[in-house]
């Protein structure tokens, strides 16, 4: 990656990071706070980036690990890190999406999502 696409890429990253921190202060203005949790997708299955992202931003946090059964591997790994991460209070609930196989859902339920 040149100097250019890093700077695009970084600038992307910026306008995300205001979006959020615009939806976490109309959260923490509702009355109903405590219901809302807040995650966000396409960061690679990087759950301690993730986390260490919210973290700064709210305690209502969440951590989603999005796969098919159409993909090759599996995120054990991840899943393992996010459950762990809600064992210790890190975030609110591990959840996935996108489940399309019953083998898929009976596996990841026994992993502890």
């Not at 203005?29 to 949790?37: A, D, G, I």
Request: with cysteine; charged share 25%.
């Amino acid at each position: 990656m040149d100097t250019k696409e890093k700077l695009l890429l970084d600038l992307e990253k910026l306008k995300l990071m205001i979006i959020f921190k615009q939806a976490v202060i109309a959260t923490n203005n509702s009355l109903n706070r405590e219901r809302y949790f807040l995650t966000f997708d396409q960061e690679d299955n990087n759950y301690y980036g993730v986390i260490a992202t919210l973290s700064c931003l709210t305690n209502n946090r969440v951590y989603g690990i999005d796969y098919s059964s159409c993909f090759p591997k599996t995120f054990y790994t991840d899943i393992k890190n996010g459950v762990n991460g809600t064992i210790n209070h890190e975030n609110g609930m591990t959840y996935t999406w996108n489940i399309d196989k019953e083998s898929s859902i009976r596996d990841y339920i026994h992993r502890g999502v």
